[in-house]
């Protein structure tokens, strides 16, 4: 499996790679970069690496690479400017991401690949992907979610003194300042995280907190996040690959859970071949069902007053009609697998 990373000069693209050529779960890594330079030393670094890693080959490539390639992830973005607003920047990012995806449906993306969004404002620039790109909107990702739940567990962990992997936790909807902490289920491997010795609702805030200002408090410390999100990408190119079908919080067009449609948002999702395999559900709290759908809200505002700009563009994504989406029963509506034939999933 072919992988290309669209912006694969930079922190970001570059510690997507060495961690996909530390799993070892891909054949080729191709970097594609507008510092072509740049991409050249980390494909060199890595090659560099190589025999103590895997035997993944890593290169530079062009647009050009696209053509044949499986998995293209774009982490190309741009840093807010001193005295510029949240808007104008997501402006400009839009504009920066639309040219490079142009770039890439015009070098010949295949039906068949799959795209992941990681460049924000990430639920913003996945619903445009969905919209513009040309394949299944079930084969289009945004990160979303992923790393900040990534970023969760590690916090409660430190502040619990357990494993950070025996930490289950989510946080969903927004990527951004209204994203949601997931209290109903977490647990410590299985065991309720109110009742585990030593958790209180300060401790809680705490990590949450910490979460939602980790990208300000690396961009402080370091310029900003890197090995992290490159963890995270790999999580979600190994699920695909693999057909291992995680259930990871990534960002995809949401057709009526939750009472949220026609935005991009993180929620539980079964991630395999096929790309989004099926939307999970969870019975959640009154106000954690409020979280997200305030979250929707705030998507959906900012993409209307970018669609304002720049058009409205509308893909024909197979949507099965509200009517069909509501729950019979008992029962938990369940709209991707009427909207996924079995045989696009290929196993």
């Known amino acids: 499996m072919k992988v290309s990373i669209v912006g694969g000069g930079g922190l970001v693209g570059s510690s997507a790679a060495y961690s996909l050529q530390c799993s070892g779960k891909v054949s080729q890594i191709c970097l594609i970069d507008a510092n072509h330079e740049a ?43 001193p005295d510029e607003s949240r808007l104008d920047l997501i402006h400009r990012n839009v504009d920066l991401f639309l040219s490079l995806l142009s770039e890439v449906t ?82 410590i491997n299985g065991l309720p995280l109110t009742q585990w010795p030593g958790y209180t609702p300060a401790l809680g805030a705490k990590a949450f907190e910490d979460t939602k200002t980790a990208g300000a408090t690396l961009i402080k410390l370091k310029g900003g996040s890197s090995m992290a999100v490159g963890h995270s990408i790999r999580e979600v190119v190994e699920s695909i690959a693999d057909d291992s079908r995680r259930i990871l919080p990534v960002s995809t067009l949401q057709l009526g859970l939750y009472g949220v449609r026609d935005v991009c948002l993180s929620v539980p999702t079964i991630v395999g071949c096929g790309g989004c395999r099926q939307q999970i559900q969870l019975n959640l709290l009154p106000k954690e069902q409020q979280g997200l759908q305030q979250s929707a809200r705030v998507l959906r505002e900012i993409i209307d007053q970018v669609e304002s ?23 938990v509506p369940t709209p991707i697998q009427r909207s996924i034939p079995r045989s696009a999933w290929g196993k």
Do not use: C
Request: aromatic share 4%; charged share 20%.
């Open 39 to 81: 991409a050249q030393g980390h494909a060199y670094e890595m090659l560099n690496a190589s025999s103590l890693t895997s035997d993944i080959r890593v290169f530079a490539g062009s647009m050009a690479d696209i053509a044949d390639t499986d998995i293209v992830v774009i982490t190309a973005g741009l840093r807010r400017k």
């Open 106 to 187: 015009k070098a010949g993306l295949r039906k068949s690949a799959y795209l992941i969004v990681v460049s924000n404002p990430v639920d913003v620039l996945t619903y445009l992907a969905v919209q513009r790109s040309g394949l299944p909107w079930q084969r289009v990702l945004g990160l979303g979610t992923q790393l900040d739940t990534a970023r969760f567990r590690g916090n409660l962990g430190q502040l619990l003194n357990v494993p950070p992997s025996q930490v289950h936790a989510l946080i969903l909807g927004e990527h951004g300042d209204s994203m949601v902490p997931i209290w109903s289920s977490a647990s």
């Open 309 to 331: 700009r720049i058009g409205r563009v509308r893909a024909d994504t197979g949507i099965v009609p509200e009517a069909n989406l509501r729950p019979r029963g008992n029962a």
